[in-house]
């Protein structure tokens, strides 16, 4: 089949190349426009629109779609499909409707669970047991259209957002091939989703990465693992009289209790009800590491007020 691919971020580049892999022909890439990244902020092409240059894959980076003429270019690739994979961008009606058989879109929820920008992290945040990876037909609603192809994907009690990304991202990448496969023979069938139990996983504001110790262990715990590793949340604390900033990369509930914020010991910090353990944090300018290097850099923090 002729497929349009839209997509931004390294989440996508599997799905694109199994797309390929499959022996489709992948006519235009859609991208987010290069952008300064790094120290020198020199504009840096996005994962995707990487991955397609080197699969010689011509790539386009409108800003958005209101210009008639990058409409008119999608239009004229004759696509018998768009797949979209975390691109970025919400699609008016007139690039939905352009492909023949219309617009995939690879979400990383159970739908109708997490329609919107973040599912993966607010899923973990929210302490669910079990997600999914689907595959929808786009309309002009977010995230509202009817479902195809879902695989399901238990949450362990201790995985991060990044884990789950991973696992997603392998996962998505062989659905969607799958799902083009049925789409080809015309045997891809679409459910519409329930009206009942919709949620909304609103995009993750820095304000929300700081913890609140006020909240229960476990509302903590899942807090943590899903803003780890990015952007990760984090705490506040004084060593040697000067206010430094942690970000939590991993934890673990643990037993204890005590004032809200206190060092028990070790890095386990009360919590407004049980406590919980920090096993991998990173210090502000500082790389990576476990509690028990943390502690060799700021002494015994037990009985100490962290924010």
């Known amino acids: 089949m002729k497929v349009v691919f839209m997509g931004t971020p390294d989440f996508a580049v599997p799905t694109l190349t199994e797309i390929v892999m499959r022996g489709h022909d992948v006519v235009a890439c859609y991208s987010q426009p290069p952008r300064p990244a790094g120290r020198g902020q020199a504009e840096r092409k996005s994962p995707v629109h990487a991955a397609a240059e080197e699969f010689g894959i011509p790539v386009f980076t409108p800003l958005n779609f209101r210009n008639a003429e990058d409409r008119e270019i999608f239009a004229s690739l004759d696509a018998d499909v768009a797949v979209v994979v975390a691109y970025g961008l919400l699609l008016p009606p007139a690039i939905l409707e352009a492909p023949a058989k219309g617009c995939l879109n690879l979400h990383g929820s159970l739908l109708p669970r997490w ?9 973990i945040m929210a302490g669910d047991s079990r997600t999914a990876v689907s595959v929808m037909l786009m309309e002009k609603g977010l995230d509202t259209g009817p479902v195809s192809l879902l695989e399901e994907i238990p949450i362990g009690p201790d995985m991060t957002a990044g884990e789950l990304h991973d696992e997603m991202m392998r996962r998505g990448a062989d659905l969607m091939g799958r799902a083009l496969a049925a789409l080809e023979r015309d045997g891809l069938v679409f459910t519409p989703q329930r009206e009942d139990g919709v949620t909304y996983a609103k995009k993750i504001e820095k304000a929300e990465a700081r913890i609140d110790f006020s909240r229960t262990a476990q509302d903590v715990h899942n807090h ?30 643990a ?22 353990s920090f096993k991998t944090v990173q210090r502000e300018g500082k790389g990576a590491m476990d509690a028990e ?15």
């Open 115 to 123: 329609r919107g920008a973040a599912p993966i992290q607010r899923a």
């Open 255 to 276: 037993q204890g209790s005590g004032e809200p914020g206190t060092v028990l010991n070790g890095l386990t910090i009360a919590c407004g009800e049980g406590a919980v």
């Open 224 to 253: 943590i693992r899903g803003l780890s590793p990015f952007p990760g949340a984090w705490f506040s604390l004084e060593i040697s009289g000067k206010p430094v900033r942690v970000k939590v990369i991993r934890s673990s509930l």
């Open 293 to 307: 290097a943390f502690l060799r850099g700021s002494g015994d923090l037990a009985g100490t007020q962290v924010s």
